[in-house]
């Protein structure tokens, strides 16, 4: 067994009651594998425990709760985030709670913003990168980042299919679909203003940020664009680089060349997306870091430090163990 030092912010979870609102389909259809992965408290502890993953903060994945009525949307959502709670109060050393929102439903999502902050206590929340066809930067979102903003939320966002979505034979979402649509995102965010109106939320985005350290050049080429000035101060670059990314499935040569010449390690976190990437991406994960040209500080930020400095509320335990 692996020492437990790892801090995992892309850990996913399937409550039974949520798989069956959904259905079976919608989830496996977005998959490499193609169906709804096997998923417990205990065997996600027991993965944990092989490799080295002390804590994990847990999130609802794409396809969300998408095509039902405002009703079903905050019903099904709220048993989601009251079986999340309840694995966080079950396992307090092993699982924290990034609760999710109704979106697209405004009214409902600031009710249950209230809710999870203040009856559950929650670590942050997890947003999709798109709801139908608005990308989290619609103006019609405007309040919800607002008091977001105004609690200094932690923010969570995964990717969806997204309203660009392509169909190609032999290709699930999550192999190109996941990445561009989380590119749109944070660059909508930007473009709308959220990011500058909204310095206090504290945004994770999914697997290194999808295309965006790729492009950062090539969105930075916006700012020549006078009607873009007053909203892309104080510089897209400048932007990108306050905002976080996870590892998940980018634990590689390949996308860490661009991550890393984007932002600091600082701004790096550990992130496995266990169960719907299975245990092997996991163990990929950790050794794809390991065999990075990182430091043993640089490694141990990632992988730890930098989530206890993200989450300030963090129990003591955590905070005061050996990096």
Not at 109 to 136: P, Q, W
Not at 236 to 262: C, G, H, I, P
């Amino acid at each position: 067994m692996a020492d437990p030092h790892r801090i995992d912010v892309h850990h996913h979870i399937l409550p039974p009651r949520y798989v069956t609102a959904v259905g079976e389909d919608a989830i496996g259809r977005l998959l490499v594998s193609g169906k709804v992965p096997s998923w417990t408290p205990e065997i996600a502890i027991e993965v944990m425990d092989r490799h080295g993953i002390e804590k994990a903060y847990t999130s609802m994945s794409a396809p969300g709760v998408s095509g039902f009525t405002e009703a079903d949307t905050t019903r099904i959502v709220r048993s989601f985030n009251d079986d999340g709670a309840r694995l966080r109060r079950d396992y307090p050393r092993r699982f924290g709670t990034f609760s999710y929102l109704p979106l697209p439903y405004v009214a409902a999502v600031l009710a249950e913003i209230a809710h999870v902050f203040e009856e559950m206590e929650t670590d942050g929340v997890c947003l999709l990168t798109s709801y139908g066809r608005h990308l989290l930067g619609d103006n019609r979102f405007a309040p919800i980042f607002d008091e977001l903003n105004r609690r200094k939320a932690v923010v969570f966002v995964h990717p969806d299919v997204g309203p660009c979505g392509c169909q190609i034979s032999g290709v699930p979402a999550a192999t190109i679909d996941f990445p561009f649509d989380t590119t749109r995102a944070i660059l909508s965010l930007m473009m709308s203003g959220t990011f500058r109106r909204c310095p206090d939320i504290r945004f994770i985005f999914s697997h290194a940020g999808g295309t965006v350290p790729f492009l950062a050049e090539r969105l930075a080429r916006l700012e020549r664009i006078p009607t873009n000035r007053d909203v892309l101060n104080p510089g897209v670059l400048a932007t990108l680089k306050n905002l976080y990314f996870d590892t998940a499935l980018s634990a590689n040569r390949y996308a860490f060349a661009s991550l890393t010449e984007l932002v600091e390690i600082d701004h790096i976190l550990f992130g496995s997306d266990y169960p719907f990437a299975p245990e092997d991406t996991t163990a990929a994960s950790v050794e794809g870091l390991a065999g990075l040209p990182l430091t043993r500080d640089q490694l141990a930020a990632i992988e730890r430090r930098n989530a206890l400095s993200l989450f300030r509320c963090e129990e003591t335990h955590l905070a005061t163990r050996l990096a």
